[in-house]
């Protein structure tokens, strides 16, 4: 719904900018038609009530904006014309309050929005402003590569190549992991998923993700393990990346995922799930579960970005104002070719 809101005025510590171009997020096409449940989620997993149900919530936390004046008590680090990227948190009178999930602090897909001077990063070496707002959904690939904690004796499997499988991939391959196996039903996000340096790439309706395991020197089987261990055979070991979150997903990766591997759960379910544990203990299986990113991991991201290490172009595919963005959703939510679109609400 488009609807004019109240000017955005800047605090203490803070600045008002201009949204240049605002990424859309799953969470965001979660929110509009199942918000209360996602604030119940949210409650539940302990975080602040920072949604007030008798205002309007404007989303929107992929972004990058351009300063235009600031508030009280900041330091003027950043003058007026700078664009800028920022974790998209604001600090409020109950702490810290996530833009776009805030009815105190208006998200991205405004044209105006407040931020926090002191998270302010400048976009480096003249990068257009729709990769830069990619840093965001980027760096919750590298905070997840970083908590799997790989190294070059690692096989990668990321399962569900959207815009966070793609992320995941990318800061594998930055960090030298590899062979990477990528798994995705659509045959677009599979090119991309080559693009960005998958090594063998598979369609999971034709065949099992997990078919190449043995000949990657990974024991698939229990009995394969028992046996490699037995005669002493060196062993490689197997990360997986859970970037689906749909319900069923985290047993059917018990079931196949080869013995000792490491489960990183990336994909927000939010429904109930269930699992078989015994399974996962007979195979030794760790699991992992992981959300957003540390300050200095965008901060990385931002920097990769910036240097070319990153091709933006792979992962966006799509421009739009704000009188396209509810068009924008719908295609999103049966994403067919589909993985990032910009929201340029001065359009």
Not at 87 to 107: A, C, D, H, K, V
Not at 171 to 200: Q, T
Request: net charge negative; with cysteine.
């Amino acid at each position: 719904m488009l609807a004019d809101v109240p000017d955005a005025v800047p605090g203490e510590g803070q600045v008002v900018a201009k949204t240049l171009a605002c990424g859309i997020c799953g969470s965001d096409l979660h929110a509009v038609h199942h918000l209360e449940h996602g604030v119940e989620m949210s409650l539940r997993s302990g975080a602040a009530d920072t949604i007030d149900p008798s205002m309007d919530l404007v989303l929107g936390h992929e972004f990058c904006a351009e300063i235009l004046d600031h508030g009280p008590g900041t330091d003027r680090r950043l003058r007026a014309g700078t664009r800028v990227v920022s974790t998209p948190f604001n600090f409020g009178p109950i702490g810290p309050e996530l833009i776009g999930f805030s009815t105190r602090y208006r998200g991205a897909f405004a044209e105006r929005l407040v931020l926090t001077e002191a998270l302010l990063l400048p976009v480096p070496n003249g990068l257009k402003a729709e990769a830069a707002a990619l840093t965001e959904p980027l760096s919750v690939g590298t905070h997840a590569v970083a908590v799997a904690n790989p190294d070059r004796n690692s096989v990668a499997l990321v399962v569900g190549c959207g815009p966070i499988g793609l992320a995941v991939i990318v800061a594998l391959r930055r960090r030298g992991v590899g062979p990477i196996i990528a798994a995705d039903f659509s045959p677009a996000r599979r090119a991309r998923a080559e693009k960005l340096g998958a090594d063998i790439v598979v369609d999971p309706a034709v065949s099992s993700p997990h078919a190449n395991w043995s000949s990657l020197d990974v024991p698939a089987t229990l009995a394969e393990f028992s046996l490699a261990q037995l005669s002493g055979r060196s062993l490689r070991d197997a990360l997986i990346f859970e970037c689906v979150g749909v319900p069923g997903m985290l047993q059917n990766l018990i079931e196949n995922a080869p013995p000792t591997a490491h489960v990183v759960v990336v994909g927000a379910c939010q429904e109930d799930d269930r699992i078989l544990p015994v399974i996962a203990i007979n195979k030794q299986l760790r699991f992992t579960f992981v959300f957003a990113y540390t300050p200095d991991e965008f901060a990385e991201t931002l920097q990769a970005l910036g240097e070319g290490v990153i091709d933006p172009d792979i992962f966006l595919t799509g421009e739009v104002g704000l009188a396209e963005t509810a068009a924008a959703f719908a295609r999103l939510e049966s994403p067919g070719n589909d993985v990032k679109i910009m929201v340029q609400p001065w359009r």
